[in-house]
Structure formats: structure tokens, C-alpha cells
């Protein structure tokens, strides 16, 4: 007769004896058990007003930690880390409902596009001809239009390794859309590691001349997304100069160097400790600026921001292609974003560390151009490295 080896009922044993019995298989049970590799999950997240179903993917690593991402704008949900006492918590900043998301999402989470901040004007040109875009961010375009990438639904696919869960994600952008020329075919790859690093992988095809920046817009707080605001939390990023800028937040052209200035972050800083120096009006009373990183190979990754909360001493560093990184502080009124039940993001809740080219690229030749054209294969690459200072 076949016994169960780890489940099960002990029969035909005294009272005392039982409990011995069971400790021991308790413990060969044990001994054998072998960790859990990476998986991912699916379930069900609503249908937005289009009538198009919405899911989530839960992506888990060996050690337990999840990665959560939503086919609508690609979002990530949630990322859970410890401590250094071993508390997990969610640190990026999410919405309650779908409903939240689509009304006024602040792109929580999203990848934005088919072109990452502003273009001047939302007049673009291309090979002579200009096309009108969608102003929705004051006389400017921002984030791809009204409904960019962040309010699409994504395809996506599931993909297990031995040290790895990711999700394979497409979204096919057709010609015109929100004034754009070229059906543009995207691809994005989110990959959780057993090493607690997040990496998005994007690529992109056209077949038509087109422009493409594409970022993530991810809020972080490492001391927890529900916690309070982010100013004690300290910032380093590897750049020397930042873009000036009109108030309207276009680029005049100009770089500047940070030197003496609130966005010298070149070495590690409270994000909140020279917030108040920033006394422009468009800035709404934080950091809205885009950062020059270090020259680095087209292509490498290269360092590019670490955020690190002393309370908790989780770390995050960032890893990108990119030539550019906008630092924004969640400069909304507080109150004015609802995240889970009864509770409401105050201002400066998190920070967007938005690794992409530089805003109105298209305007400016002397800037890392974003044109892409049929035949051409746009990649961009950042990662982030979530750690726990010792």
C-alpha cells in the first residue's frame, strides 16, 4: 500500500508516538523541498470604457518579490522589496480601480508615448511635411495625446526562465494615430530577476517616417508608495548639465551645468533639501527638469540615477540607453489623486526618474534625434536595481 510522504493522516499509531512521526516527516520534507522558481499569473482587471478586457500579470521571482503589470498602458502596478529587516512592501505609486486609471491617471506607472514630454507647439515635421498633433498640455503636446500608449491596451505574452519571470508585451500603433504618421509596430519587454532587477526592453519598426521617445512613468518611493512624500529620500543622478527651458517647459536649446543649482545631484542629496529654491512657477514647485546624463556608447547601458530611502535602506538603481533623464517630484495638488480605499497621494508622493530622449527632439537637430524611419529598428533599454543598503 503506498503511504503519503508529506500529507496526510498517520493510522494505526499510539497517541504519543504520532507526533514523532510526524516531526520526522515533517523534516525529511524539508531537507527535500527545493525553492520555487519564477512564474507568472493572470487575472481579470476590469474593461475600460472601449469594452476592451484588461489583465494582470503577476510576475514572481525565486525569492517570492512580485513584479505586477497591467495590459492597459502597460502599467506597472506594483513592485515589492524588502527592507533591511526583511518587510516587503509595494513602492511604486498605483491607482484603486481601472475606472481611476483612465480617468485621471497621472500616468501612474505607464509607458508613454508614441512620444515621452513635450513637443512645442504639437506641430511636427517631417521630410517637409507637418503634421498637427493634439495640444494637451497647455499650447504643447505631451506624452503622446490624449489617448497615448499609457491609455492603450497592450497584447501580452508570458515567458518563464530558470532565474527570470517576464511578460512579452506588443501594441501596434496604427498610421494617424492621434496625428502621427507610420503604423509603428511596439514591442516591450518587462523581465523580474531572481537578482531583484526590473529591466524594459523596447523595440519599435515603422513603415513610414515617424518620431519615437518612449519611457516609463513609474512614481517611486522606497520607504513605501502609501508612506507620505519623498523628500527625505536621497537622490543621486550622473548628470552635469540640464536642459534650460521656457515657461511652458519647452527647451530653449541651452545647457546648462548644475553646478550651484537645486539639480545638482552629481552627489547624493535629500530630494527635498533644496526643493524650495525652485522658484519658477511653471515648475509648480518641485523638479520637472530633464537631466544631460554622462556621454556614454550608443547603445551601453550606463549608470543613470540611484534613490535611496535611509529609513528603510532599500536602494534602487537606474541603468539606461537613454541620453536623458526627467526628474519629476509629483508636483500635483495633494489630495487631488486617490490611490487604494481612503487614501489620497499627497504632493511630492514619489519621483519619476523618466529615462528617455530629450523633450521637443524634433525641433531641435543639435539634440539626439528620435526619427525613425522604415528599415531602422529603434531600441532603448533601462533597468532597475532594487538592493538594501548595509
Not at 527545493?34 to 474593461?47: C, L, N
Not at 537637430?365 to 531602422?376: A, M, R
Request: aromatic share 10%.
Amino acid at each position: 500500500m503506498n503511504t503519503p510522504v508529506c500529507h496526510g493522516a498517520v493510522r494505526g499509531r499510539s497517541a504519543g508516538i504520532i507526533p514523532q512521526i510526524l516531526w520526522g516527516l515533517a523534516f525529511i520534507c524539508a531537507a527535500f523541498q527545493t525553492p520555487a522558481g519564477p512564474s507568472v499569473e493572470k487575472q481579470p482587471f476590469g474593461t475600460n470604457k472601449w469594452g476592451e478586457a484588461v489583465e494582470l500579470y503577476t510576475l514572481k521571482n525565486s525569492q517570492g518579490l512580485t513584479v505586477q503589470v497591467m495590459t492597459y498602458g502597460a502599467i506597472i502596478y506594483q513592485v515589492t522589496v524588502p527592507d533591511r529587516t526583511g518587510a516587503v512592501v509595494n513602492v511604486t505609486a498605483n491607482r484603486e480601480t481601472l475606472a481611476d486609471y483612465e480617468s485621471r491617471s497621472g500616468a501612474f506607472g505607464a509607458v508613454v508615448g508614441r512620444f515621452a514630454n513635450r513637443i512645442a507647439g504639437g506641430k511636427l515635421t517631417i521630410n517637409s511635411k507637418t503634421y498637427q498633433l493634439a495640444t494637451n498640455n497647455g499650447p504643447n503636446h505631451i506624452h503622446g495625446g490624449p489617448r497615448g500608449f499609457d491609455k492603450r491596451v497592450w497584447q501580452a505574452e508570458p515567458i518563464q526562465g530558470k532565474d527570470f519571470a517576464a511578460l512579452k508585451m506588443t501594441y501596434v500603433s496604427a498610421d494617424g494615430e492621434e496625428g502621427y504618421p507610420g503604423k509603428l509596430q511596439c514591442n516591450l519587454q518587462y523581465t523580474w530577476t531572481d537578482q531583484n532587477e526590473l529591466k524594459m526592453e523596447y523595440t519599435a519598426t515603422t513603415d513610414k517616417p515617424t518620431v519615437i521617445n518612449l519611457c516609463n512613468h513609474a512614481y517611486w518611493n522606497l520607504a513605501g508608495a502609501y508612506s507620505g512624500t519623498i523628500l527625505d529620500q536621497i537622490l543621486e543622478v550622473n548628470a552635469s548639465q540640464s536642459l534650460a527651458v521656457d515657461d511652458t517647459l519647452i527647451p530653449t536649446g541651452q545647457l546648462r551645468p548644475v553646478t550651484g543649482t537645486p539639480l545638482d545631484f552629481r552627489k547624493p542629496r535629500a530630494i527635498g533639501e533644496r526643493i524650495g529654491d525652485i522658484k519658477e512657477k511653471h515648475f509648480n514647485g518641485g523638479y520637472d527638469h530633464c537631466l544631460v546624463l554622462e556621454p556614454k556608447r550608443a547603445g551601453d547601458l550606463g549608470f543613470c540615477a540611484r534613490l535611496r530611502d535611509p529609513k528603510s535602506g532599500r536602494t534602487m538603481e537606474v541603468w539606461t540607453t537613454e541620453p536623458g533623464v526627467q526628474v519629476y517630484s509629483a508636483n500635483f495638488p495633494s489630495g487631488s489623486i486617490s490611490g487604494p480605499p481612503g487614501f489620497s497621494y499627497p504632493k511630492h508622493a514619489g519621483v519619476c526618474l523618466e529615462t528617455q530622449h530629450f523633450p521637443d527632439s524634433p525641433h531641435h537637430p543639435e539634440f539626439p534625434s528620435t526619427l525613425l524611419l522604415p528599415g531602422q529598428v529603434f531600441r532603448s533599454q533601462t533597468v532597475h536595481k532594487f538592493g538594501v543598503a548595509k
